[in-house]
């Protein structure tokens, strides 16, 4: 309540009202948090333990990618309750991403859109910044992706190299094949050209690696990506990175309706928790799930674990309903009430 009536006024306002420079200051804020983070944790972060494709989870409620491209908060993440955390997307090379304005609110259907682009400091760099920081209180998940100036031809070199830069420190890795921002990225989620990338990614490891989709796929194209992931012993799936549908916004945001890049938040709820449960049925619940889009409540996440998640992931959520939401979920998902 105190967050959605005061505090995130008070933020939507930051920096003239732009959502980026809001994002830059309030993770900057994130550093105030490091001397309290051991306590902090435990009061946000007690949930229910799991151990999914053999790593140890604290919580089920994890970061999604994007928030934290670089790894630069890595420290408070866990603090303020989540069970682990999915850093990146990073490509080989570093990039700037899309000129600004590429980050879009849509509050009145509490959404987002976006066309960052991959903005990051590249593969290298976050080895170095993980390898600075040592050992996480929590399990760290990598997502790498292709760089924009690498074709879409060349695109196995381009993620094997991130991989190499990054194999140490990751406990499990989300291929990024579904973001919309990237032309030609979502081309890697067809059978073939998945499978020569995940063919060439499992000789190259025994890592855990996962595969991150849209939620734009029809069933049979989604049936095609777990049969190719089967092919190549692929850990999990990640369902679902942002939508290029517009469907379900509130007539007062359609005038951003027409922004080109991804939507986050409510718009994708139903969405990518049917393909949650599409992908549940059709490997009967063999295959480990990483549930994220439009988790805004508790409900929605317990919803997200009933449609057959392992553990779920929030982005657009976290801007809407406060860092709060991390800790109503996690004693909503251990029967402690919201
Ligand atoms: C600003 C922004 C940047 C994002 N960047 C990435 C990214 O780099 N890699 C990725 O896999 N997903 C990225 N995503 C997608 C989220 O990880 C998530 O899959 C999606 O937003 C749906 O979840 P949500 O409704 O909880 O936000 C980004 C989302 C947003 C809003």
Redesign the pocket.
Known sequence: MIYTRVVRPALFRLGGGDPEIAHARTTAALRLLRPAAPLLRRYFGSGSPRTVFGVRFPNPVGL???MD?DGQHLRAWPALGFGFVEV??VTRHPQPGNPVPR?FRLPASEA?I?R?G?NNAGADALADQLRALGPLPVPLGI?I?KSKITPVDRAVEDYLASFRALRHFGDYF?I?VS?PNTPGLRALQDRAALDTLLGALRQEATARLLV?IAPDLTEHAIAEVLEVCDTHRIDGIIA???TLSRDGLAPADTPLATEPG?L??RP?TTRARDVVAFIAKHTNGNLPIIG????LTPDDALSMLDAGASLL?????LIYSGPGLVRRINRAVSGKGR
């Open positions: 999604a990618a994007g491209k990146g997307t980050l987002l976006n960052m991959f997502s992706g989300a990024n973001s991150k679902t990175n942002t991804g986050s938040g994708l994220v889009g439009g988790i992931q929030t982005y657009t959520g």
